[in-house]
Every structure is written in structure tokens, then in C-alpha cells.
């Protein structure tokens, strides 16, 4: 069965470094999307993307984020400076059309 | 402004004892009401989705159900491998999902 992987499983980083995290969307989806979950809390939206653009973002999703889709399968989320409020479980996304999520395993982000 | 909440917070239940996890929303415009479950560390699975009220769905003891205003997810003779963080998530018109903090279901044998 198709999944969406992420790598890595688990990044730490010193605060101020830059960080890119890694998902493979399931392969004949079309919208991509970007989530984070602060330890104990609620999923919270970051990014989608679509047609190699973003369609939305949240808030959250500042200046310091970017996303892009180097090549045909890979999906990325960069942090450029990263703050101790950025350690977080992240999730990456895909869907066909319109419809259901399927989730990625998640990257642990962890600023010291 | 558009809410989603979940509760109770937590449950404990006994292998065999049935219950449901109930998820209320408030927002402007429903596309679809998702229920997916989260392991520790894990990603969310993909559990239901729900679209009109009235609708229901059923996989093996889990049940989901929508009217209006909420959504049960009904847990049958529930068993240990049950235990997980149950996530509530509204779509809206403009396709952004707004999730609940989730209903954390521990199951005692």
C-alpha cells in the first residue's frame, strides 16, 4: 500500500541553524501539505502546496519557513534559523484531490 | 471563530467496555469531518470521513456517526490495541483541516 515517508525520523540541531525536512508523498497525489505538533498539543496547519506554488498558509508559517519540490517526488520543508519554540513533531501530507489526508511518520525536531 | 473540541480529554475503559468519544464543531463551512488515530510518536491514520449529517461509518469495533453541530466515534467491546490518541479534524470550504487536541483512550485487559 502507498504511504507517505518522511525523513529523518529524528533531526537535532543547535538554534540558529538551518534545517530541511524530507517527505515523499504518495506518488499520483497532487496537493502536499506541512504540519507541526508542539509536544501534548493540537495538529496545527503550516503550508499547502499545490501546482508548485502554495495555495495556503498559516500564521505560523513565517518568513523563516520555505517549501519547495526540487524534482518529481520530493517534498521539503526548510527552517532557515531555527528557535527553541520550533522543536516539534512535523508532518507532511498528500492527498489525491479534495479529500482525505495520509500522513507521513513525522520528523522530531529538536532545537537546543 | 471556527473551533473544533473533543472530549472527554481522556478515557479509561476496560477491555469490553463500550463507549464513544464525542467531537463539536463550530465553523462557517463543512466540507468534511475526518477521524483518524494517532499511535505515540506517530503520525495520524486515517480512521473515517464523514461528509453530511446523518452519515455513519463502521470499521471493525469503531463506529462514527455526524450530525450538525458534532461526531461520535462510537468504540465497541473495545480491546487493548485500541489504546490511542483519537484526532477529530474539520474541513472547511477552503480545504484547511482544523484538528481537536484529540481524545487520549487507554484500554485496560
Known amino acids: 500500500e502507498p504511504e507517505v515517508t518522511q525523513t529523518p525520523s529524528h533531526q537535532v540541531t543547535q538554534m540558529g541553524q538551518e534545517v530541511i525536512l524530507r517527505c515523499v508523498p504518495i506518488?499520483?497525489?497532487?496537493?502536499f501539505y506541512w504540519y507541526r505538533q508542539i509536544l501534548g498539543q493540537k495538529v496545527e496547519f503550516l503550508v499547502s502546496?499545490?501546482?508548485?506554488?502554495?495555495?495556503?498558509k498559516s500564521e505560523i508559517f513565517d518568513d523563516q519557513f520555505s517549501v519547495e519540490r526540487p524534482d518529481g517526488s520530493n517534498f521539503t520543508l526548510k527552517i532557515r534559523s531555527t528557535k527553541l519554540e520550533d522543536s516539534a513533531m512535523y508532518f507532511c501530507?498528500?492527498?489525491?484531490?479534495?479529500?482525505?489526508?495520509?500522513f507521513g511518520p513525522g520528523t522530531r525536531l529538536t532545537v537546543l | 471563530e471556527d473551533q473544533v473540541t473533543q472530549s472527554p480529554e481522556a478515557l479509561r475503559l476496560q477491555e469490553g467496555e463500550s463507549s464513544s468519544l464525542n467531537c463539536s464543531y463550530t465553523?462557517?463551512?463543512?466540507?468534511?469531518l475526518f477521524w483518524y488515530r494517532q499511535d505515540p510518536g506517530k503520525g495520524p491514520e486515517f480512521l473515517f470521513t464523514?461528509?453530511?449529517?446523518?452519515e455513519e461509518k463502521e470499521k471493525e469495533r469503531l463506529k462514527a456517526t455526524l450530525t450538525k453541530k458534532e461526531s461520535f466515534l462510537h468504540i465497541t467491546a473495545p480491546k487493548p490495541e485500541d489504546s490511542a490518541t483519537y484526532l477529530c479534524?474539520?474541513?472547511?470550504?477552503?480545504?484547511?483541516?482544523?484538528w481537536g487536541a484529540g481524545t487520549k483512550l487507554i484500554i485496560k485487559p
Open positions: 479534524a474539520v474541513q472547511e470550504v477552503d480545504y484547511q483541516l482544523i
Open positions: 465553523v462557517s463551512g463543512l466540507r468534511g
Open positions: 464523514l461528509y453530511s449529517a446523518g
Open positions: 506518488s499520483n497525489h497532487l496537493y
Open positions: 502546496f499545490y501546482n508548485n506554488e502554495i495555495s495556503e
Open positions: 501530507a498528500s492527498i489525491l484531490l479534495a479529500d482525505t489526508q495520509y
